[in-house]
């Protein structure tokens, strides 16, 4: 009989590497919160690590130090550690083995009795995703490897493997906010391509803001130890008292951080896989809470947005009308 050996042992648990996830929907400010606690000096900020497999191995885009990613040093030397070369990976398999995650509706498979054991053998099927982050913190000697991912499946994922130890952030926004932002045109830098990020109408913003964070909650509320839920605006506002937040709840030290005043911070180059173009950022950034769709987004979509959301955004404190 032949004994089949994991292609790595499991970690001893003081060992695992730490995870925090940002989950929610997009335009939430999940970028400008992830470059901040990658510029504390015990974190790694990888910027959307689900699309390293597809945006970064097989389209080649940018990295966040503005160079493709497959000429950047940095991400050379972490396939290299952890795959013997970058040309050792299969992206394709992989890509394919995450698409269930960019559905909310496989969720509700969880409740049913064979639930977990699925999710379970989805994430051991899917080792090239702790081979990577190992590599990051054996490379970086990071404490924290900081992933923007906004998928709840994902962040589940990565909850059920053994060598992960994974955190949750729920940063929730106005919905109205994400509206305004999902409806603009926003190019995404890239050297080959002209590309735009994914645009969405104030229905399907609205609907998929819902299933996001009601998912989040299902998946992770109970787990006080593993799950934060922030308010942008509260983020927006005060900055450097929320980043310290999130640091005594993972029980980081609030040393570290880049910031230069409250609202204030100093960015370095970042090797961030994919994201938000803010993840380009570097130098010196002012922050403030970004109200533009107050007076800008239109009466029909501020009222489907309303309307799609209610009530959950009484839930989360938010007013009908402004
Ligand atoms: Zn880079």
């Not at 949750?168 to 919905?175: G, S």
């Not at 990020?197 to 989040?216: G, I, Q, V």
Request: glycine fraction near 6%; charged fraction near 25%; include cysteine.
């Amino acid at each position: 009989m032949t004994l089949m050996l994991p292609c790595f042992a499991i970690l001893n648990p003081m060992k695992k590497v730490k995870v925090l996830n940002i989950t929610g929907w997009g335009r939430s400010g999940s970028t400008v919160l992830g470059s901040i606690l990658g510029n504390h000096q015990d974190f790694f900020f990888g910027g959307e690590l689900r699309n390293i497999w597809k945006q970064s191995l097989l389209n080649n885009r940018l990295c966040g130090c503005g160079v493709p990613f497959k000429e950047c040093s940095f991400w050379k030397k972490i396939f290299d550690n952890g795959f013997g070369g970058i040309d050792n990976v299969d992206p394709d398999q992989i890509v394919k083995k995450l698409k269930f995650s960019y559905y909310s509706r496989f969720a509700p498979m969880k409740l049913l009795p064979f639930g977990e054991k699925y999710f379970r053998a989805c994430a051991v099927s899917l080792p090239e995703i702790e081979k990577l982050f190992l590599s990051i913190r054996e490379i970086t000697n990071c404490k924290v490897i900081v992933d923007t991912t906004k998928s709840p499946l994902y962040g589940y994922l990565l909850s059920l493997m053994d060598n992960l130890d994974v955190y949750v952030i729920h940063l929730i926004r106005d919905p109205r906010g994400i509206a305004y932002s999902r409806k603009k045109k926003i190019l995404q830098p890239d050297k080959e391509k002209v590309i735009y990020l994914e645009r969405f109408n104030s229905f399907d913003s609205s609907f998929k803001w819902n299933m996001r964070n009601l998912l989040s909650e299902c998946l992770w509320k109970k787990n006080k130890d593993k799950y934060l839920m922030i308010k942008y605006e509260d983020f927006a506002s005060e900055p450097k008292a929320v980043v310290n937040k999130i640091l005594d709840f993972i029980s980081e030290s609030r040393a570290l951080t880049p910031f230069i005043s409250s609202n204030e911070i100093e960015l370095g180059i970042n090797h961030s896989a994919w994201g938000n173009p803010s993840r380009f950022k570097i130098g010196k950034v002012e922050l403030k809470i970004d109200n533009e769709w107050k007076n800008k987004l239109n009466t029909f979509d501020k009222f489907i947005s309303t309307v799609c959301t209610f009530p959950l955004l009484l839930k989360y404190g938010y007013k009908v009308n402004y």
